[in-house]
T-cell receptor, first 113, second 114 residues
Framework: GDSVTQREGPVTLSEEAFLTINCTYT??????LFWYVQYPGEGLQLLLK?????DKGSNKGFEATYRKETTSFHLEKGSVQVSDSAVYFC????????????FGKGITLSVRP | DVKVTQSSRYLVKRTGEKVFLECVQD?????MFWYRQDPGLGLRLIYF???????EKGDIPEGYSVSREKKERFSLILESASTNQTSMYLC?????????????FGSGTRLTVV
């Protein structure tokens, strides 16, 4: 079945540091890929998505590129802020009308001032 | 904006109780989902529904059932709550418009079973 693998966490960075969070996937067909973020005490929000190979999703300074050859969708940000402290989930979904999301385990990011 | 509303933010129930978690969406979405979120395990799919009165088991359906009598409402039922069902429960909905495969999540219900 489909699966998503994220690196083990948590991750602690200083403000303005460069961020990379790895995500690889296993799926049949051509899934859509997502990054969701969950800020403390809040629900899940879509951060960015990509629906086909070589697409780049971007939002709030975060970027991720759909790499079919390496089955990866790594999340990057050039300069993190304290307000980026949250839990980040990578997920995939097939593109049928009756699709569903499969999530990775999530990784907690803490950014120090 | 699409809204997915979960009826309770926090619940405390006793072992053996029958528990209902309610979820309502206001965008006429066909698909609805129940996930549970646990630290280190991410979100795991419990049940989902593609249409009224239809339901499909997800990855961890044991100990749960669901009801979808109306399109906008998807209920998760814990027939006899146990302490290992203490968790955060998240509901989501999605339309089938091929131009907009967007999932929208509710704020979650944190259930504690004592």
């Amino acid at each position: 079945g489909d699966s998503v693998t994220q690196r083990e966490g948590p991750v602690t960075l200083s403000e303005e540091a460069f961020l990379t969070i790895n995500c690889t996937y296993t799926a049949t067909g051509y899934p859509s890929l997502f990054w969701y973020v969950q800020y403390p005490g809040e629900g899940l929000q879509l951060l960015l998505k990509a629906t086909k190979a070589d697409d780049k999703g971007s939002n709030k300074g975060f970027e991720a590129t759909y790499r079919k050859e390496t089955t990866s969708f790594h999340l990057e940000k050039g300069s993190v802020q304290v307000s980026d402290s949250a839990v980040y989930f990578c997920a995939l979904s097939d593109t049928g009308a009756n699709s569903k999301l499969t999530f990775g385990k999530g990784i907690t990011l803490s950014v120090r001032p | 904006d699409v809204k997915v509303t979960q009826s309770s933010r926090y619940l405390v129930k006793r072992t053996g109780e029958k528990v209902f978690l309610e979820c309502v969406q206001d965008m006429d979405h066909e698909n609805m989902f129940w996930y549970r979120q646990d630290p280190g395990l991410g979100l795991r799919l419990i049940y989902f529904s593609y249409d009224v009165k239809m339901k499909e088991k997800g990855d961890i359906p044991e100990g749960y059932s669901v009801s979808r009598e109306k399109k906008e409402r998807f209920s998760l039922i814990l027939e006899s709550a146990s302490t290992n069902q203490t968790s955060m429960y998240l509901c989501a909905s999605k339309g089938t418009d091929p131009l907009n495969y967007g999932y929208t999540f509710g704020s979650g219900t944190r259930l504690t079973v004592v």
